[in-house]
């Protein structure tokens, strides 16, 4: 019974992001005042809360923002520059 449910819980994309639209707004704001980093860390997000860090991470990593080493991706520079 485990392996049943641990085959469809592998199944299941993962969830979008839960986070306020201004903080990610802002947060993206933040780094394209401040030239995209070469990664996005916590020292990068160090003004938002920890919550909010965790949240940002895994709304770039859904959104395509950024690469499995939080890294910035084509995408996200071609987003920054349509700003």
């Known amino acids: 019974m485990a392996k049943q449910e641990e085959d469809t819980t592998a199944s299941k994309p993962a969830p ?3 986070l306020s ?8 704001n933040f780094m394209s005042d401040n030239g995209l980093p070469a990664q996005v860390d916590r020292g990068v997000l160090s003004k938002f809360s920890g919550n909010d860090q965790r949240s940002l991470f895994h709304a770039l990593r859904y959104l395509g923002f950024t ?3 939080d ?5 996200f520079r071609e987003y920054e520059a349509a700003d």
């Open 16 to 18: 979008p992001p839960y």
């Open 21 to 28: 639209a201004l903080t990610f707004q802002n947060a993206i």
């Open 67 to 69: 690469d499995s080493t």
């Open 71 to 75: 890294k910035p991706t084509a995408r």
